[in-house]
C-alpha cells in the first residue's frame, strides 16, 4: 500500500475561495438560509501541497468551508447535515447562541437546526466544535463569516483569506499537540497565491479579510512592500486603527486589513512568524 502522502487529493477549495460575494445592503428582517455538510472519508483527501494528500474532515467537501456574507441584522436559519464518520458540531463565533444547547455534537446521519442573529459586525471564524477540537479544526473543519455593517463600507478589492495548519497526514493528534505544522496556508493550499497571484489595481484599496482559524500559531499578517492605512481588529468599525505594519491574528480571530498599493509591482502577503511563512503561508498581490 503507498503511504498517505502520495495519495492523490482533489483541491482544497476553489481558486475563486478569496474573491468574496459582494455585500448585501441592510434590509430590515432578511433571513438567510445556510446549510453545512460535515464530511470525512477518503472522498476528502485533498492536496495542501504539491503531491501532499491531507485526509480532511470539512464541511461541503471544501476547506475553508464557504464564507458566509451578512449584513448586520441578518437572521441566520441554519443547518448542519452530519453525512460524516464521526460526531460533529458548529461553533459560530458571530453568534450568540447558548454553547449548550446549539453548539452540541450530533452523530452520523443526524441534522442540528436553529437560528441566530448577525447583531456584530465583523470578521469571524466558525468551525467544528466537537471534542477533540484540536483535531476537527486541523483536519479542515473551519471557515469565515464576514458581517458588513448597516452603513456600507467603501468600494474596494475585497480578498477572504483564511489561515490553517495541517500536521502530518491528518488525523494525527499527536503532532497537533507536540510538534510544528507541515504545512500552513492560506485558504487550504500553501504557496497558491504565489504561483497564481490576486490582481489589483494601482490606487485601488484592496481590503483582506483575513481569518486565522490557527489551530496553534498566531498570524502576524504583513504586507512585503506596503503599509496598511486602516485596519479593523476582529472586522469591527469600533476597532478601526489607522496605520499597522503587521497585524496580529490570534487563532480564532480575525481582522480586516485594508491597502492601497501606489506603484505597480508584486507584494507578496505573509504571516511574519516566518516558520509558518516558510511552510506556505506566503501569496502574492500582482498590481497593475
Ligand atoms: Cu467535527
Known amino acids: 500500500m503507498r503511504p498517505a502522502t502520495t495519495e492523490p487529493g482533489k483541491l482544497p477549495c476553489s481558486d475563486n475561495f478569496a474573491l468574496i460575494a459582494a455585500a448585501k445592503p441592510y434590509e430590515p428582517g432578511r433571513v438567510v438560509d445556510f446549510t453545512l455538510v460535515a464530511r470525512g472519508g477518503p472522498a476528502e483527501r485533498i492536496e495542501i501541497a504539491p503531491k501532499k494528500s491531507y485526509q480532511s474532515m470539512n464541511f461541503n467537501g471544501q476547506v475553508p468551508a464557504p464564507t458566509l456574507r451578512l449584513t448586520e441584522g441578518d437572521r441566520v436559519r441554519f443547518t448542519l447535515e452530519n453525512k460524516g464518520l464521526l460526531p460533529h458540531s458548529i461553533d459560530f463565533h458571530a453568534a450568540r447562541t447558548p454553547w449548550s444547547k446549539n453548539y452540541q455534537s450530533i452523530g452520523p446521519g443526524r441534522r442540528l437546526e436553529f437560528e441566530w442573529t448577525a447583531r456584530d459586525p465583523g470578521i469571524f471564524m466558525y468551525h467544528c466544535g466537537t471534542d477533540p477540537v484540536i483535531m ?134 505573509v504571516t511574519h512568524k516566518f516558520n ?13
Do not use: W
Not at 499578517?221 to 505594519?245: C, I, W
Not at 509558518?276 to 497593475?288: I, K, M, P, Q, W
Open 136 to 269: 476537527h479544526i486541523a483536519d479542515g473543519m473551519y471557515g469565515a463569516v464576514v458581517v458588513d455593517p448597516r452603513m456600507p463600507r467603501k468600494p474596494a478589492k475585497e480578498i477572504v483569506l483564511v489561515q490553517g495548519e495541517f500536521y502530518g497526514v491528518g488525523h494525527d493528534l499527536d503532532a497537533m499537540l507536540n510538534k510544528p505544522p507541515d504545512v500552513v496556508a492560506f485558504n487550504g493550499q500553501a504557496f497558491r497565491y504565489r504561483s497564481k497571484p490576486i490582481e489589483a489595481k494601482v490606487g485601488e484599496t484592496v481590503r483582506f479579510f483575513v481569518v486565522n482559524a490557527g489551530p496553534n500559531a498566531t498570524s502576524a499578517f504583513h504586507v512585503v512592500g506596503g503599509l496598511f492605512d486602516h485596519v479593523e481588529l476582529d472586522g469591527n468599525p469600533s476597532n478601526a486603527v489607522g496605520m499597522r505594519q503587521t497585524v496580529d491574528i490570534s487563532p480564532g480571530s480575525g481582522a480586516i486589513c485594508e491597502i492601497t498599493l501606489r506603484e505597480p509591482g508584486s507584494y507578496p502577503f
Open 276 to 288: 509558518d511563512a516558510t511552510r506556505g503561508a506566503v501569496g502574492v498581490l500582482h498590481v497593475s
